[in-house]
């Protein structure tokens, strides 16, 4: 076995940006404002969804959730980057790399559903216009949320499965900014087989099916919006999207 012979790596170093310090510098104030501002954006974003009884509906009610998730998914990268822009220390331990590997994988796939679910309620919102209070209700649209953390959570467990099966012996360098699986599965030394099968079937059984989802959803909405003759209905219909 692979692991049997070598030394376990205990810290990876990420070096997916330039060392050269004024450039370090530069890419810290951007990365900062950014950040800041996505902070700010998606916690007035939840703040005024959740203040607004006019904003109590279900599209909303998917948008609050994407920006809670978009929150947590750029958390779980951004500030140790900054960091290493500030400090020139580039390095993270292996634990803190699978933590990395576990929430970013959780919130991405999560992030896929709802945008999935979000297609889907703009689909009925314009389609079946007339079905839409018994199609998403309340309730439906909290199983719609509870079942898109769960299937993130589905990936991230099973992506962090893939990484505890890997060995790193010789390097440990990460040419990214944040701990990747695929990137890792490329460094480790051992046998990959079981890290790269859950990564296909997540991409395949999870990843495609949210992306169609999406593609489905909008190619029929266009598709009624155009058959509408008048050009306030147009309007209307295109109005309902616009948020997204």
Request: charged residues 10%; contains cysteine.
């Amino acid at each position: 076995m692979a692991g049997s012979n070598c030394t376990q790596v205990t810290e990876f170093s990420l070096v997916g940006f330039t060392k050269d310090p004024a450039t370090q510098v530069i890419l810290f104030l951007l990365f900062l404002l950014t950040y800041l501002l996505t902070i700010l954006g998606n916690l007035g974003m939840i703040a005024l969804i959740r203040a607004s009884p006019l904003l109590h509906s279900p599209m909303y009610y998917f948008l609050s959730s994407l920006a809670f998730v978009n929150l947590c998914s750029s958390t779980v990268i951004t500030p140790k980057m900054l960091v290493g822009f500030l400090s020139g220390w580039t390095g993270i331990s292996y634990a803190g790399c699978v933590a990395q590997v576990f929430t970013f994988d959780v919130f991405g796939m999560t992030e896929c559903f709802l945008l999935a679910t979000m297609a889907y309620d703009r689909y009925v919102a314009v389609c079946h216009p007339l079905l839409y209070p018994l199609v998403m209700s309340p309730k439906r649209c909290f199983h719609l949320v509870t079942m898109s953390y769960l299937i993130g959570l589905t990936n991230g467990v099973g992506q962090t499965v893939g990484m505890s099966s890997l060995f790193f012996c010789s390097s440990s360098a990460i040419d990214l900014f944040f701990c990747d699986i695929s990137a890792l599965i490329s460094l480790s030394t051992s046998d990959t087989a079981l890290s790269r099968a859950i990564l296909w079937a997540s991409s395949s059984l999870l990843g495609v099916p949210s992306i169609l989802v999406v593609l489905v959803s909008y190619t029929a909405i266009i598709s009624t919006i155009l058959s509408i003759s008048s050009a306030k209905g147009k309007r209307k219909a295109f109005s309902t999207c616009a948020s997204h």
